[in-house]
């Protein structure tokens, strides 16, 4: 099978990606052929965004083998602004400056062509879970999913759900096997009425041996105000995305450590309320998402959600449309007089 592979994390890091090569070498290792673009930097919570105004300039990553190192899969390579000669048989994946939508167009019609058709879009694994109404309707992994199944493509969003930032190499390889045999699973027995699966893979141990459920997703709010901190006007330059993202997979951690019954404190992303004032005052605004919201708003759920299944250890697969479907019941004209 050819399978496309995007993500929202960007090409392999420690810090900010470090799933994919796992992924891409498991599929391959299974003789899938895989093909890879990625965004060149980090892209999360940006959905199905194109950039528009801006010509996409593409460069060239290629991984080292994947080992051990330290106690962690390496995420090494080299990136390069020209690609390698015609008849080179060293791995190379594609980035580019723009979104994980954006990459699956480029991916699905402008590359790959020697390769055969495309079988299937993979989006993911993604750092972190994509469970919940909330965290799904900004997901950039979701995203490149959606843009794929619009284009008349399956596609498969994956995403793996941290509850530590150990990067345990036995228990990201366990995730991949797993996530490895369900898409091929997903794939030979798709949904005709699903244009999509998102699907949420825990790192936890032994997770082949756990059950894989098919779930719907948890419709969830932010209940506890804005997703952004406001903050003093530094003197430096603002944090950088990684930098950003960095703080958000701790905060993340925390609360993925206290739903597996393991100490930790909340976010602290407490934000003032009320501006209370005639005039502005200038200030800076840091994105800093309430995790809180989302795990309080699992554990008040019913069973058989996204969010209540991987909170349990199971992996979760939820068919999706990609469409805003209309509510129904709604007819005739409005008049407001």
């Known amino acids: 099978m050819h399978i496309f592979i995007t993500n929202d994390d960007g090409p392999p890091s420690d810090q900010s990606s470090p799933y994919i090569h796992s992924l891409v070498s498991t599929l391959q290792s299974a003789g ?15 959905g199905k965004a194109h950039l528009v105004g801006k010509s996409i300039k593409p460069s060239y990553f290629r991984p080292a083998p994947l080992t051990t190192q330290n106690g962690r899969l390496s995420n090494t390579g080299t990136i390069s602004n020209r690609p390698l000669p015609e008849g080179s048989q060293e791995e190379e994946w594609i980035l580019v400056d723009s979104t994980p939508a954006s990459c699956v167009q480029i991916g699905l019609y402008h590359y790959f062509k020697s390769r055969g058709p495309i079988d299937l879009v993979v989006s993911g694994p993604n750092y972190g879970r994509n469970s919940t109404a909330v965290y799904s309707l900004s997901s950039g992994t979701i995203g490149g999913a959606m843009e794929a199944a619009v284009c008349g493509f399956k596609a498969i969003a994956l995403s793996y759900a941290f509850f530590d930032r150990n990067h345990d190499p036995d228990i990201i390889s366990g995730a991949s096997a797993l996530s490895a045999k369900l898409i091929q699973y997903l794939y030979n027995n798709w949904d005709p009425n699903t244009h999509l699966y998102s699907v949420n893979v825990p790192l936890v141990e032994n997770v082949g041996q756990k059950k894989i459920l098919f779930t719907e997703m948890l419709q969830n709010q932010w209940r506890s105000g804005s997703c952004f901190q406001e903050i003093e006007v530094p003197e430096e330059e603002d944090q950088g995305p990684e930098e950003v993202e960095a703080a958000m997979r701790k905060a993340e951690e925390r609360e993925g450590r206290k739903e597996q019954g393991r100490e930790g404190t909340e976010s602290g992303y ?50 999706l449309r990609a469409n805003f479907m209309h509510v129904g019941g709604f007819k005739g004209e409005i008049k407001l007089d």
């Open 32 to 46: 899938h052929t895989v093909s890879v673009v990625l965004p060149h930097t980090q892209r999360s919570w940006i």
């Open 270 to 319: 407490d934000t003032p309320t009320g501006q209370g004032h005639l005039r502005y005052t200038h200030k800076h605004f840091k994105w800093a998402p309430r995790f809180k919201d989302v795990y309080q708003s699992v554990e008040e759920s019913e069973p058989g959600n996204d969010g209540w299944a991987v909170a349990r250890g199971y992996t979760s697969v939820t068919p």
